[in-house]
Nanobody, 126 residues
Framework: QLQVVESGGGLVEPGGSLRLSCAAS????????VTWFRQAPGKEREAVSC????????VYVDSVKGRFTILVDNAKTTVYLQMNDLRPEDTAVYYC???????????????????WGQGTQVTVSS
C-alpha cells in the first residue's frame, strides 16, 4: 500500500525541540515535493514548509524561518521536520503530504497532493 506515515509528535516545553518524520511506504520520494502542513484548533490549515526533493528547494512560512528545517534522508524515503525553539503558537496537528506537482515558487495547494499522512500532535506548553 502506497502511503506516507508521520511520527515524532509529542509534548514539549517552550524553547524545546522535536523532530517529525514522514516516511513513504511503497515508493520513493525522489520525484515528489513534500509539504508539512499544520492545523490548530479553530484555525485554517497552514503550509509550514515544503521540500522539492529533486533539487532540494525549500520554502518556509515566515513564522518558522530560522527555527524549523526540512530535510530528506539519503534514501529519499523519509522527510524530516526539525523544529527548534518551539513556541506555544506552534501547537497543532502536523500532517505531511506528497505531490508530483513540482512547479511554482510556493508550496502547492492542498488539493494537489496524492498522499496524506494521518497527522501527529505537537503540543508546546509549560
Amino acid at each position: 500500500q502506497l502511503q506516507v506515515v508521520e511520527s515524532g509528535g509529542g509534548l514539549v516545553e517552550p524553547g524545546g525541540s522535536l523532530r517529525l518524520s514522514c516516511a513513504a511506504s511503497g515508493f520513493s520520494l525522489a520525484f515528489y515535493q513534500v509539504t508539512w502542513f499544520r492545523q490548530a484548533p479553530g484555525k485554517e490549515r497552514e503550509a509550514v514548509s515544503c521540500l522539492r526533493i529533486v533539487d532540494d528547494r525549500t520554502v518556509y512560512v515566515d513564522s518558522v524561518k530560522g527555527r524549523f528545517t526540512i530535510l530528506v534522508d539519503n534514501a529519499k524515503t523519509t522527510v524530516y521536520l526539525q523544529m527548534n525553539d518551539l513556541r506555544p503558537e506552534d501547537t497543532a496537528v502536523y500532517y505531511c503530504a506528497a505531490t508530483r506537482s513540482l512547479q511554482g515558487s510556493n508550496c502547492p495547494d492542498p488539493d494537489r497532493y496524492a498522499y496524506w499522512g494521518q497527522g501527529t500532535q505537537v503540543t508546546v506548553s509549560s
